[in-house]
T-cell receptor, first 114, second 110 residues
Framework: NAGVTQTPKFQVLKTGQSMTLQCAQDMNHEYMSWYRQDPGMGLRLIHYSVGAGITDQGEVPNGYNVSRSTTEDFPLRLLSAAPSQTSVYFC?????????????FGSGTQLSVL | KNEVEQSPQNLTAQEGEFITINCSYSVGISALHWLQQHPGGGIVSLFMLSSGKKKHGRLIATINIQEKHSSLHITASHPRDSAVYICAVRAWGGSEKLVFGKGTKLTVNP
């Protein structure tokens, strides 16, 4: 099993550009989520999904879109990048929606918006 | 006040020392996670606790639900234990949200 695969590892964007961060898991996990990690702050939830076709907003959803057309994939789209979206992004998954089980994280994407 | 507070923020130890990292939270929870973030940035799940104590190798995690407190202990610390250790809780009530602490940066010197 590859676990949680997240790409790209690094990305530099100009203000206003759009891009998609990819996340895929091969463990048949029900729950998938996206977090951002900023200096001096804990990880914050952007969007999450409890199964194919079901997504919902987290704590900091503005400026991001997600979709979950398959169990395996959960891409994060930045619609019009802003400097405030400069951050490290992590995708995570767990077997069930209640997350009272082990979490699996992708390797992270370091995004800079100029 | 953050819902999850970790202490200390930074910790420096000598190889072989016994390490304790603390996590306090303010809400009723259904689960608490301890995570390790390596210097390269990757995050690995160490433990998920809802009660009692868990042990894996040199790592021990305990939780006191009544006191809303958890500790992560590392016995016989080693330089490869140098990392940021993060506590996260899931509140009761069916919330899909995990609330994360800011992390404790541990440096173990040889």
């Amino acid at each position: 099993n590859a676990g949680v695969t997240q790409t790209p590892k690094f990305q530099v964007l100009k203000t206003g550009q759009s891009m998609t961060l990819q996340c895929a898991q091969d463990m048949n996990h029900e729950y998938m989520s996206w977090y951002r990690q900023d200096p001096g702050m804990g990880l914050r939830l952007i969007h999450y999904s409890v199964g194919a076709g079901i997504t919902d907003q987290g704590e900091v959803p503005n400026g991001y879109n997600v979709s979950r057309s398959t169990t395996e994939d959960f891409p994060l789209r930045l619609l019009s990048a802003a400097p405030s979206q400069t951050s490290v992004y992590f995708c995570a998954s767990s077997y069930s929606r209640n997350q009272n089980e082990k979490l699996f994280f992708g390797s992270g994407t370091q995004l800079s918006v100029l | 006040k953050n819902e999850v507070e970790q202490s200390p923020q930074n910790l420096t130890a000598q190889e072989g020392e016994f390490i304790t990292i603390n996590c306090s939270y303010s809400v009723g929870i259904s689960a608490l996670h301890w995570l390790q973030q390596h210097p390269g940035g990757g995050i690995v799940s160490l433990f998920m606790l809802s009660s009692g104590k868990k042990k894996h190798g040199r790592l021990i995690a305990t939780i006191n639900i009544q006191e809303k407190h958890s500790s992560l202990h590392i016995t016989a610390s080693h330089p490869r234990d140098s990392a940021v250790y993060i506590c996260a809780v899931r509140a009761w009530g069916g919330s899909e949200k995990l609330v994360f602490g800011k992390g404790t940066k541990l440096t173990v010197n040889p």
